[in-house]
């Protein structure tokens, strides 16, 4: 039985992408909300939802990157070579949230801001420039003889400004929904008038990108709009408008865990959008993902590995999230 190998490690790496951006996404956003949260025990409850778990979430980080190197290490140089800038300044968001983490509890009361500003800038830094590092790659890059051959700066443009812009809303809305159903009492209240404008912020990035992009790009807008495609694709949509309906609803009713799942929804079908939209290309607009390809030989021996990797991969973080489940209190901490 012969297995379509460049498929199989595309599904692959899209999963822990997606791990990534479902994970990763709610504590960035926590760093975000931050500033509207002003008082000190406030805060600390709000990092301590995630304490305990924040840096296993980027395990899914470092897989996608290290499974784009081996199985497809043409987009992995091309790619690395067109946007090191926003990756750079995104990973030093991550250094910066990571060290504020640390930092902040072991830190003097007097120098705790220090480290509270040093979490919200490096959330905002690590969202934005992830939201403009896709919002490029969506773009295009631009090849000669399969190389990078355009300018250092040509991933700024207006769209992929706005698209970080809408994924630090997404993570924002990510991240409050989970407070929703961590924290309690006034806390969460706060967490759930917070909560409400984003959501139209949320519909208004959906809104922008969703328009701009076939505007923009001829091949992704046939791929949608292109007849049987759109009575199928024409789902997705549909689903995100009951996804935010079904939001809207339970913000008013109470509840503590379905905003969030309607929260992880929204987004999980804005990354099957984005798969939809630029498959089978894994360097816009050309280069498919079969000519970016490793030799069989390579991708065959490297998905051993990983898929002996992956199960327990999700084994602790399943384990992990089940000892911290529940309600985060006042009091309780990471030391």
Do not use: C
Not at 119 to 128: E, Y
């Amino acid at each position: 039985m012969e297995f379509d190998l460049p498929v199989i490690w595309l599904m692959v790496i899209l999963f822990a992408i997606t791990m990534y951006v479902i994970m990763d996404g709610f504590d960035l956003g926590i760093g975000i909300l931050f500033p509207f949260v002003q008082d000190k025990h406030d805060r600390d409850v709000m990092m301590n939802t995630v304490a305990p778990v924040w840096d296993g979430n980027e395990t899914w980080l470092v897989l996608g990157g290290a499974g784009l190197m081996a199985a497809f290490p043409l987009a992995y140089a091309v790619v690395l070579s067109a946007l090191y800038q926003p990756i750079i300044l995104m990973l030093l968001g991550l250094i910066f949230r990571g060290v504020a983490f640390e930092f902040r509890f072991k830190a003097p009361e007097a120098e705790q801001h220090i480290w509270d500003k040093a979490f919200i800038g490096g959330s905002i830094t690590a969202a934005f420039f992830q939201g403009v590092t896709l919002g490029a790659y969506i773009n295009g890059i631009v090849l000669e003889n399969k190389a990078f051959v355009g300018g250092s700066f040509d991933w700024i443009s207006p769209f992929a400004l706005v698209t970080g812009l809408g994924v630090m809303v997404a993570y924002a809305l990510l991240g409050s929904t989970w407070l929703i159903m961590k924290t309690e009492e006034h806390l969460q209240q706060r967490l759930l008038q917070l909560t409400r404008p984003l959501v139209g912020l949320v519909i208004v990035a959906l809104l922008v990108v969703s328009i701009w992009t076939p505007l923009a790009h001829p091949g992704i807008a046939e791929r949608w709009f292109s007849l049987p495609n759109f009575y199928f694709l024409s789902l997705v949509p549909v689903l995100v408008t009951i996804s935010l309906y079904s939001l809207m609803r339970e913000l008013k009713s109470g509840y503590d865990r379905q905003p969030f799942i309607a929260a992880l929804i929204i987004v999980l079908l804005g990354l099957l959008g984005l798969a939809i939209s630029i498959w089978p290309q894994i360097i816009p607009p050309d280069i498919t993902i079969w000519e970016a390809a490793a030799p069989e030989s390579s991708l065959k021996f490297a998905l051993v590995g990983t898929l002996a990797i992956v199960p327990m991969i999700l084994a602790y973080t399943i384990w992990s999230y089940r000892v911290f489940k529940g309600k985060v209190r006042h009091g309780d901490g990471y030391h």
